[in-house]
């Protein structure tokens, strides 16, 4: 299960089965904010917070934002990370 803090309301949403219904998820939220917290992401692309913490600090992997201390990342930014990591087979995904 997934809780995401939206505009001073809490958004349940499920724990998809595909990465398709994980996209049509994000997308279709209705005033979800901008921003989006690590492990809302995790949730998101089935990637540990500790794997997105790594990437950050090696400058790899996806763009975040730094707010004081906290780290977000840009709704627009994850689902660009998603569209540019789908392959229709696993000989495309090796030719990147």
Do not use: H, W
Not at 68 to 91: E, H, M, P
Request: glycine fraction near 8%; hydrophobic fraction near 40%; include cysteine.
């Amino acid at each position: 299960m997934l809780f995401i803090d939206g505009t001073n309301t809490r958004v349940f949403i499920p724990v998809c089965n595909s990465l398709e219904e994980a996209v049509k998820q994000l997308e279709d939220l209705p005033g979800y904010g901008v921003l989006m917290k690590p492990y809302e992401v995790s949730e998101i692309i089935g990637k540990p917070e500790t794997t997105l913490t790594s990437d950050r600090f090696e400058g790899r992997g996806l763009p975040f934002v730094k707010v004081g201390r906290l780290v977000r990342y840009r709704k627009q930014d994850v689902l660009d990370y998603i569209n540019a990591n789908t392959f229709s087979s696993t000989a495309e995904a090796k030719a990147v």
